[in-house]
């Protein structure tokens, strides 16, 4: 079964990777990516392992379990965070102490139809 984001997962084997985890440790899923390398489908599964490294695992070669299945309403905390600093890079920076500039008024009723308003009701 492959993992969503924030299902818990246990490592059950890391054959191809110079600095593995060690077999049996867990982790939070933070991010699935169905993808192909060299022409084979796989699927990359970033996860923040709770030894408090983050790496990437790879389906196939990588084998992972998942032992708890996420919340399907609530996306994991990782990819909050990860998407608000996403977010921080690219809004509008401004000088420090400055404010951004106003927004332009936008006419609303006849201004905006560039007919003349109607005249008051008579008295």
Known sequence: MIPKSGDRIKLVAMPDDPAPIE?????TVTNVIKSSMGGRPSTQIWVDWDNGRNLMVVIPPDVVEVVGRAD???????FIQRAA????????????????????????GAE???RDPLPPPAA
């Open 23 to 27: 077999e049996g440790a867990l982790g």
């Open 72 to 78: 399907p309403v609530l996306p994991s905390p990782g």
């Open 85 to 108: 600093e996403e977010l921080d890079a690219v809004a509008p920076q401004t000088e420090e102490g400055a404010s951004p500039a106003p927004e332009e008024e936008v006419p609303s």
């Open 112 to 114: 905006a139809s560039g």
